[in-house]
């Protein structure tokens, strides 16, 4: 049975800030999971290298719309120190979709294998959409990739198109969640008697999927970031049906992530 671990792989001050977001922060929400020999990361967040270079590597715009935390200490890779575990330890990474805030950390894990749906990859080494062109930043992609074998398609998980991965059996599987980006997909991790679902950017404010209001800013925002607004509203339509038994969580929101280290992923609140 996986251990999984909760991290803030890179913190992001947006400008706007409360009135934008609803929240002072936004986080990158990081899985570490220990699965027997293996140690996944679920994203990587910005590294080390982004913090030393963040105008070459993240893009001026990016950091001055989204104000990442530029602090090494807030990495990944230093982070797993915390955990007693080494960022040479790290032998897998499965990546939701390629954003700078969510690849920037490979380079420090470099010896990894690099999963991810077979559309980001092509996006990633030939990336010819406007949206793709935006996301992937050649500096962060200059160290030697070492991609996993592509995932083989298996039946759908709770009604959503699945992937098995290479070396994980029934323990992690590949999720489909389209509309945010090119091969966009999240990651279900076995927990305990249900499941852990990290759905990446499909969603931005936990309201999306366990209802109330999402901040009227943040919700323009998922509008421009999107690649297909259809396949997005009918992703997060999906997530909201998921049964008890599965636990949703995306990638920057902050009250989520505190929630899940705080109870660890047990069933949502309220369902």
Not at 86 to 111: C, E, R, S, W, Y
Not at 148 to 162: N, V
Not at 193 to 216: C, I, S
Not at 221 to 246: S, Y
Request: with cysteine; proline share 8%.
């Amino acid at each position: 049975m996986p251990t999984i671990h909760h991290l803030d792989g890179a913190t992001l001050r947006p400008a706007g800030g409360l009135e934008l977001v609803g929240a002072d922060e936004l986080v990158s929400h990081v899985l570490v999971i220990e699965l027997g020999s293996r140690l996944v990361l679920v994203d990587a967040g910005i590294g080390l290298a982004d913090v030393a270079s963040p105008i070459e590597r993240l893009g001026a715009e990016f950091c001055e719309l989204s104000g990442p935390v530029l602090d090494a200490d807030r990495t990944v890779a230093r982070q797993l120190g915390s955990l007693g575990l080494v960022a040479d330890q790290v032998t897998d990474v499965l990546v939701t979709h390629p954003d700078l805030d969510h690849v920037g950390g490979l380079a420090d894990v470099p010896q990894a294998r690099v999963h991810a749906h077979p559309d980001a990859v092509t996006a990633v080494r030939h990336p010819t959409e406007p949206r793709d062109i935006d996301r992937v930043h050649a500096a962060q992609w200059a160290h030697e990739v070492e991609w996993a074998p592509a995932p083989t398609p298996r039946a759908p998980w709770h009604g959503l198109d699945a992937w098995s991965l290479d070396d994980f059996g029934d323990d992690i599987v590949m999720v489909g969640l389209p509309g945010h980006a090119t091969g966009h997909v999240g990651y279900a991790v076995r927990n305990g008697g249900g499941w852990l679902l990290h759905a990446g950017d499909a969603y931005f404010h936990r309201a999306a999927v366990a209802g109330g209001e999402v901040p009227p800013g943040l919700e323009i925002f998922e509008g421009i970031v999107e690649q297909d607004r259809a396949a997005r509203l009918d992703t997060v339509a999906r997530l909201r049906a998921l049964p008890p038994e599965v636990t949703v969580v995306c990638s920057h929101d902050p009250i989520e992530l505190a929630g899940v280290r705080e109870r660890g992923a047990s069933p949502r609140p309220g369902v």
